[in-house]
DNA sequence: AACACGACCTGGTAGC
DNA sequence: TGCTACCAGGTCGTGT
């Protein structure tokens, strides 16, 4: 679930229910999520302080506090959704800020993966200088994007994926984004034309926008987000269904370990 | 530099 | 029905 498009809908919503609010108590029902032995220290800081605002880096969630940024990364199975009832949250709850004796936000994660940790403003520039550029920012234009790019010999998933190259594509975009794009996933970025690059570099913009727009239209409705029913997936698990563009078989092989979904009629 | 692999966790599901 | 094996959207550390 959480790629760039849904942990930026959770950012929309919990800045929402969040910015301005107080923390009245902070409880990390798992300390494991935090680094070794700093949960009860995080917990301390939080509590009585104010968040400030929500913001995303990368699949990164950054609530800021008192000077500092918790940061929360949802990796496979997280979320954070407001609650009504901080006294009885889920048991899949792994962290509750309470801004009254009801109300709160709740880091929901049932696989337990998710991390949080709490930044100073050096870490958190540390944080933004270990990343690439935000696909949807203003200045991830077409040249950034091929200048970079077309040094690459990484095969064209493996690039997409890499953090420190571009912020906040996992393996389903990855594979939507070169589908759209009709690009081979195995293909090495550096014998990609200037053409198929900028078209490569117009398919991320398109397909995460769209991501997002749809990810934050069914935030608000657990059982769509849930089922990631938000954006229509056009080959990501479609193994040996035909494709939706010419009809060959879908095709499922593994790259770093990972899952990789493609035509092979028209991704070349 | 590039890549493979295991670890971290739990739950769902396919297959027997 | 009940068991086992395998799979899952991410990242990090280790090894080649």
Known sequence: MPELPEVEAVRQRIHAAAAGRTIVAARILRPRIAPRGQASRIERFLTGRRIDSVTRRAKNLLIHVGGRALRVHLRMTGNI???DDVRFAPLE?????????HRGLALIDPRGLGRIELLDSAA?????????PEPLADDFTPHCFTAAAGRSRLAAKTYLMDQSRIAGIGNIYAAEILFAAGIHPA?????????????????IRRTLEDAVHHAAATYADPGLWNEGAGFAL??????GMPCTRCASQVRRIVQAGRSTYYCPGCQR
């Open 81 to 83: 959704q407001p609650t």
């Open 93 to 101: 709850a792994r962290m509750v800020l309470a801004f009254d004796a």
């Open 124 to 132: 958190i520039a540390s944080l933004d200088g270990s990343l690439g």
């Open 187 to 203: 293909r090495p970025m550096n014998r990609l034309s200037a053409a198929r690059l900028e078209s490569l570099h117009e398919a």
């Open 234 to 239: 056009r080959v990501y698990g479609r193994e």
